[in-house]
């Protein structure tokens, strides 16, 4: 059973930094897409940071510069970086995995919801003046 259960997020002023953590479990192989995303009421889930299964990255244009995602193979785990927080990045923050694809995928992919197949519970992130 395929589980992702994120942590780390919280409220923070603006400027600040959190660094997300994404464990997984109950799959094996690494080579698969992943990604952060987040979520406000009343709009649609958006990409932030996604990295393929060999390892290239896309950022949402809003968190370039800003935001790193990055993996460690050996612990399942998936970690998001954010540095010099804004007020607009206060929202909910999911992990995903899309056991259909290694490659092609990308934080601008449309309908999120639909192409990752297996999303964690969601951590907030609050960022405040």
């Known amino acids: 059973q395929v589980q992702l259960v994120e942590s780390g997020g919280g409220s923070v002023q603006a400027g600040g930094s959190l660094r997300l953590s994404c464990v997984a479990s109950g799959y094996s192989d690494s080579g698969y897409c992943m990604g952060w995303f987040r979520q406000i009421p009343g709009k649609e889930r958006e990409g932030v940071a996604v990295i393929a299964g060999d390892g290239s990255i896309s950022y949402a244009d809003s968190v370039k510069g800003r935001f790193t995602i990055s993996k460690d193979n050996a612990k399942n785990t998936l970690y998001l970086q954010m540095n010099s927080l804004k007020l607009e990045d206060t929202a909910t923050y999911f992990c995903?995995?899309?056991?259909?694809?290694?490659?092609?995928?990308?934080?601008?992919?449309?309908?999120?919801?639909?192409?990752?197949?297996?999303w964690g519970q969601g951590t907030q992130v609050t960022v405040s003046s």
């Open positions: 995903a995995t899309d056991l259909r694809r290694r490659f092609a995928c990308y934080a601008s992919d449309p309908h999120p919801t639909l192409a990752f197949g297996y």
